[in-house]
């Protein structure tokens, strides 16, 4: 069923290096993709995922709203990185009413901040009776049995927030969902009607962090941010060639000409891309040897930072793992009067978190 058109949100990526904007329309036809736009922000506005610069990321959100003409001020957004701890823990509680306390206490166990500092959240994946009694047994001693719960605990900092809230505010619109990119990802992929059997990974490269998720019938075994990303090479670009950052991103980007500096140029794309790929392979090995029962048949990969030259074939060359792009654009309908396809399949990539958040409603779960 379509969901209401009061009840729809926009997606708002808020990246480290530019903002990503999505609008879609759920009508009786199909997911209509309404508005996509993409800005990039300052280079010192948000550093290690900390705002430095709230009027001018928020007026560049402002700028990109009012180029879009989009009306909607309800907005989905998502935060990441070290500041938000997601686990998939075990709990064994016998009433619904335990439940609360019990993971409060369990979380203690994984998040590495005071609790007081941190708001928490739940979803319930599975459960399973432990040592169940017989329903007799039940009603002679009027106990019920022990239930180990599979629960996904999500912890995020109360400050960090609290930035977001207010960041939105100041770009004049109402937050009414928070996500965790990971999962909006997995939303954006799980809705373009993929049927992947086993488990598989979504990895995200963005500019400073890169996401991996393993995903096991719908459901997170696995989600990790760590630092690595896009802006490692334009650092090491700066350093080798001794030029400014906008230099460094123009030759990244190709928009100057490489000249004598290739050798040296493929040499820190070769480098940067080995990291990676054993960053990935270290979060996927550690997926399989606590799930023995899994193997790891399939890799997305998304962000902008995935598209490094090479970097998809040596992923697949190294996990022996196939590696395909992950387009959130791909189950959407596209009005191609008012939005250029090409410069959508350019900037998919880029759209994932975005997209994933745009599916989000105002009452959803």
């Not at 001693?141 to 239930?147: E, I, L, P, Q, V």
């Not at 350093?239 to 000249?259: H, Q, R, T, W």
Request: proline share 3%; glycine share 6%.
């Amino acid at each position: 069923m379509p969901i209401s058109p009061k009840n729809q949100l926009i997606g708002l990526d808020i990246g480290s290096h530019s903002i990503k904007i999505v609008e879609i329309d759920d009508s009786k036809k199909g997911r209509v993709l309404k508005n996509f736009g993409i800005i990039e922000l300052p280079p010192d506005a948000i550093v290690e995922g900390v705002f430095k610069e709230i009027e001018s990321i928020g007026h560049a959100i402002e700028k990109l709203i009012k180029n879009l003409k989009i009306k909607n001020r309800n907005i989905a957004t998502s935060i990441s990185g070290f500041s938000v701890i997601v686990k998939k823990i075990t709990v064994t509680s016998k009433e619904a009413s335990e439940l609360e306390s019990t993971i409060q206490d369990e979380a203690e166990q994984y998040i590495p901040f005071d609790i007081s500092e941190v708001n928490l959240d739940y979803d319930i994946l599975s459960i399973e009776p432990e040592n169940a009694p017989s329903r007799m047994d039940e009603e002679k001693d009027g106990s019920s049995a022990d239930k180990n719960m599979d629960v996904m605990l999500v912890a995020a900092k109360k400050d960090i927030i609290d930035e977001y809230v207010t960041l939105t505010q100041v770009a004049g619109l109402s937050p009414m969902v928070l996500d965790v990119d990971a999962f909006a990802l997995q939303n954006a992929f799980e809705a373009g009607n993929h049927e992947e059997e086993g488990c598989y990974a979504i990895v995200n490269i963005g500019a400073e962090e890169l996401g991996i998720n393993a995903i096991r019938n719908g459901i997170s075994l696995f989600a990790r941010d760590s630092s690595f990303g896009g802006f490692q090479i334009t650092e090491a670009i700066m350093s080798e060639f001794d030029i400014s950052y906008k230099e460094a991103e123009m030759l990244k980007l190709g928009g100057i000409e490489l000249g004598n500096r290739k050798k040296a140029f493929e040499k820190i794309f070769t480098t940067v891309a080995s990291e990676w790929t054993l960053e990935i392979k270290r979060a996927l090995d550690f997926v399989m040897s606590n799930y023995v029962e899994e193997n790891i048949t399939k890799i997305f990969i998304s962000g902008g930072a995935s598209k490094l030259p090479g970097f998809k074939e040596y992923l697949q060359l190294e996990t022996e793992i196939p590696v395909e792009e992950l387009n959130p654009f791909e189950n959407l309908i596209i009005d191609e009067k008012h939005i250029d396809p090409k410069y959508l399949k350019e900037m998919a990539s880029q759209a994932g978190v975005a997209v994933g958040l745009a599916l989000r409603s105002i009452g959803d779960k």
